[in-house]
């Protein structure tokens, strides 16, 4: 089995600043994408940023310019640096990884728990 485990999430004022990290393990031979999705309350989850193959990426327009995805494919972690954040990106965030989890298996998503983060003054 793969587990999706995040961290970093938590309190902070409007024009601040999160690192959220989210480290896989298990039973992992290779990860294909690797990403955040975020979900509001009474909101559809909707993704924030990923990283495809370990180098494409693409952002939400909402969080472009503030929001740096990046990956450490050796450590199968995926970080998420939210800078300029706003009340509207209050959410749970969750991560997120296309992951095979042995050389003949195919690819299959997995999620994490999810990290609460809360823009507010």
């Known amino acids: 089995q793969v587990q999706l485990v995040e961290s970093g999430g938590g309190l902070v004022q409007p024009g601040g600043s999160l690192r959220l990290s989210c480290a896989a393990s298990?039973?992992?031979?290779?990860?294909?994408?690797m990403g955040w999705y975020r979900q509001a309350p009474g909101k559809q989850r909707e993704l924030v940023a990923i990283?495809?193959?370990?180098?494409?990426?693409n952002y939400a327009d909402s969080v472009k310019g503030r929001f740096t995805i990046s990956r450490d494919n050796a450590k199968n972690t995926v970080y998420l640096q939210m800078n300029s954040l706003k009340p509207e990106d209050t959410a749970v965030y969750y991560c997120?990884?296309?992951?095979?989890?042995?050389?003949?298996?195919?690819?299959?998503?997995?999620w994490g728990q999810g990290t609460q983060v809360t823009v507010s003054s």
């Open positions: 990283v495809i193959s370990g180098t494409r990426t």
């Open positions: 997120y990884a296309i992951v095979a989890t042995t050389r003949w298996a195919s690819f299959h998503p997995y």
């Open positions: 298990g039973s992992i031979f290779s990860t294909d994408t």
